[in-house]
């Protein structure tokens, strides 16, 4: 079993910056796979970025350029940074974790305003 609690969103203005954080605990030897997921209203959950385990980095377009996605394999923790957000970007993140099986975090919303 594993268990990802995300934190680090909130509200900001149009070209702010946000780090969002996802802590792993549980059997955490076995993530072979880490990203970030965004669900906005009335939309698809969508990939954010994602981070594999000895894997390059991903990005979907919309976000290259603008956050990175970071793992300290001492805390357990994967980051997202966000730079020069905007109102699109505004959802609900999910942190997930693939060993054998799927686990998901239970979200922490961000909104941009303009």
């Known amino acids: 079993q594993v268990q990802l609690v995300e934190s680090g969103g909130g509200v900001v203005q149009a070209g702010g910056s946000l780090r969002l954080s996802c802590k792993a605990s549980?059997?955490?030897?076995?993530?072979?796979?880490m990203g970030w997921y965004r669900q906005a209203p009335g939309k698809q959950r969508e990939l954010v970025a994602t981070?594999?385990?000895?894997?390059?980095?991903n990005y979907a377009d919309s976000v290259k350029g603008r956050f990175t996605i970071s793992r300290d394999n001492a805390k357990n923790t994967v980051y997202l940074q966000m730079n020069s957000l905007k109102p699109e970007d505004t959802a609900v993140y999910y942190c997930?974790?693939?060993?054998?099986?799927?686990?998901w975090g239970q979200g922490t919303q961000v909104t941009v305003s303009s």
């Open positions: 997930r974790a693939i060993t054998f099986y799927d686990y």
């Open positions: 981070i594999p385990s000895g894997g390059s980095t």
């Open positions: 549980g059997s955490i030897g076995s993530i072979n796979f």
